[in-house]
């Protein structure tokens, strides 16, 4: 059991660039889990998906986020035309299912500049 | 949909102390986690404390779960103790929220030596 793994870790990108997170959940676990957190706030929810069904978007991703799960995997967060507002910490988190233990990666820190 | 509010907001202690923080629910959850944020934003998790009473070293942690409320008791602080301690809940089936945690606004605890 390595964790859960995001990469990049850092990502510096100019305002109205495309930016790609990558998010490699425990193996066995089903669901993955998307949050997004800025300076002094805890996590908000994004997404997550049941295998590879994306079951939930929140309020919060607009038409420019898109997140997919190919297979059932890994999970990729897209974010088009990248705003000064998207900057923020991006966290990725796995669990075995409903109501069970969930464990996060070290986070993705993006800086639109 | 649920709502999560964690006391106090700052802590500030001495090496040595123990300290009490608390975190109140609006609805019935059937997950809840007690994450410590290090400095470089990964959320360690500390306790999946649904309902009950779970101690870990110097740390434990108290679920009411008939009255919405847990509890997270750090005992003899150390400075490796500061960061950022967060509470997540996820309710129960047919809640809303239900299927993802939801987080407080976090309790920020300084050790001093």
């Known amino acids: 059991d390595t964790g859960v793994s995001q990469d990049p870790r850092h990502k510096i990108t100019k305002r109205g660039q495309n930016v790609t997170f990558r998010c490699d959940p425990i193996s066995e676990h089903n669901r993955l889990y998307w949050y997004r957190q800025t300076l002094g706030q805890g996590p908000e929810f994004l997404t997550y998906?049941?295998?590879?069904?994306?079951?939930?978007k929140s309020r919060l991703l607009s038409d420019r986020f898109s997140a997919e799960r190919p297979k059932g995997s890994f999970s990729t967060l897209e974010i088009q035309r990248t705003e000064q507002g998207d900057s923020a910490m991006y966290l990725c988190?796995?669990?075995?299912?409903?109501?069970?233990?969930?464990?996060f990666g070290q986070g993705t820190r993006l800086t639109v500049v | 949909g649920i709502q999560v509010e964690q006391s106090p907001p700052d802590l500030i202690l001495q090496e040595g102390a123990n300290s009490t923080l608390r975190c109140n629910f609006s609805d019935s959850v059937n997950n809840l986690q007690w994450f410590h944020q290090n400095p470089w934003g990964q959320l360690i998790n500390l306790f999946y404390?649904?309902?009950g009473t779970k101690q870990n070293g110097r740390l434990s942690a108290t679920t009411v779960a008939t009255e919405r409320y847990s509890l997270l008791y750090i005992s003899s602080s150390q400075t490796t103790d500061s960061g950022v301690y967060f509470c997540a809940v996820e309710p129960n089936a047919g809640g809303t929220s239900y299927g993802k945690l939801t987080f407080g606004q976090g309790t920020i605890l300084t050790v001093h030596p």
């Open positions: 998906f049941q295998n590879e069904a994306q079951l939930e």
């Open positions: 988190a796995s669990s075995r299912g409903y109501g069970t233990e969930a464990f």
């Open positions: 404390i649904p309902s």
